[in-house]
């Protein structure tokens, strides 16, 4: 694993804690997020779903969580 890669996940898994934070902070009943870190962010879309949910298995709220995964439009 590279630097790099190791920076981008720990900013991936901030994000995750950090929103999940708000919603829990503000009692959202729901939150849905994109692939964090696959868009501008270059980083596989694959990976950067597994590290999203096992920080989620990490963290504690009630709200209803979804991910919504975006697919590239086929020329």
Sequence with gaps: MSIDSSL???SIRGSVKNA???VNENNFTS???PVV???S???R???ALEIMLDELDRIHTDAKVT???FQK???
């Design 8 to 10: 981008d996940e720990k």
């Design 20 to 22: 999940i934070r708000l």
């Design 31 to 33: 939150v849905a997020f």
């Design 37 to 39: 870190g696959a868009g």
């Design 41 to 43: 962010g270059s980083f």
């Design 45 to 47: 879309q694959s990976r």
């Design 67 to 69: 991910i919504v995964e």
């Design 73 to 75: 439009k086929r020329r």
